[in-house]
């Protein structure tokens, strides 16, 4: 398989991200909506939809974050642009950046795995869901942006079509 695998890989992962967090968008949308029709049309709230918009909001944010990763869409600073940083300089930093991210969504993810087991006896109030299922998503969000940077970093080494294509910024496009 290899490096030239590699973009497949990234579109794959990042096309699924954008699945689940779309499906969770629609369910959150749903939930809010028949939240709202219920307090107009029967002057009660529905208990158990808040808690599901939440947790749904969990799996929108942690696995829609994954695309971002992929694409590198995330909020940065373009220190090339910004100090005048030759491309060589600017790869290296990107490079540390990478690491520093894989590190902090490292223990992200292992925090996650360890209070999983610690609340999996613990429930939701109104839906009697485990709260397991609330810190799921943050662990499997945290390793598929593992993946996304991982991905991303083999391509900068290696100045593939990843890093290039995924490297432009917003304002380039306007110009």
Same mark, same amino acid.
């Given at each position: 398989m290899g490096l030239k695998a590699l973009p497949a @890989?990234?579109?794959?992962? *990042?096309?699924?991200? $954008? %699945?689940?967090? =779309? @499906?969770?968008?629609?369910?959150?949308?749903? %939930?809010?909506?028949?939240? @709202? =029709?219920?307090?107009v049309f029967?002057?009660?709230s529905l208990s158990w939809s808040d808690e599901l918009a939440r947790l749904f909001?969990?799996?929108? +944010?942690?696995? =829609? *974050? /994954?695309e971002a990763s992929m694409r590198r869409n995330h909020i940065a600073v373009d220190l090339r642009d910004t100090f005048g940083l030759s491309d060589?300089?600017?790869r290296v930093l990107d490079l540390v950046r990478? $690491?520093? !991210? +894989?590190?902090? %969504?490292? $223990?992200?993810?292992?925090g996650a795995w360890k209070i999983i087991p610690v609340v999996e006896n613990m429930q939701r109030? *109104?839906?009697?869901?485990? /709260? /397991?299922?609330?810190?799921?998503?943050?662990? $499997? =969000?945290?390793? %598929?942006? @593992?993946?996304? /940077?991982a991905i991303n970093f083999f391509s !900068?080494?290696?100045g593939g079509s990843i890093y290039r294509d995924n490297a432009k910024n917003?304002?380039?496009?306007?110009e």
């Open positions: @890989i990234a579109e794959a992962i *990042a096309r699924g991200a $954008v %699945l689940v967090a =779309g @499906i969770a968008l629609a369910i959150i949308l749903l %939930l809010i909506g028949a939240q @709202i =029709g219920s307090r029967t002057g009660d909001f969990i799996y929108l +944010v942690f696995i =829609g *974050a /994954t060589s300089v600017d990478m $690491v520093l !991210c +894989v590190a902090v %969504l490292a $223990v992200i993810a292992v109030p *109104a839906t009697r869901l485990s /709260t /397991t299922w609330m810190y799921y998503p943050i662990f $499997v =969000g945290s390793l %598929l942006m @593992i993946v996304a /940077t !900068c080494l290696t917003q304002h380039d496009l306007l």
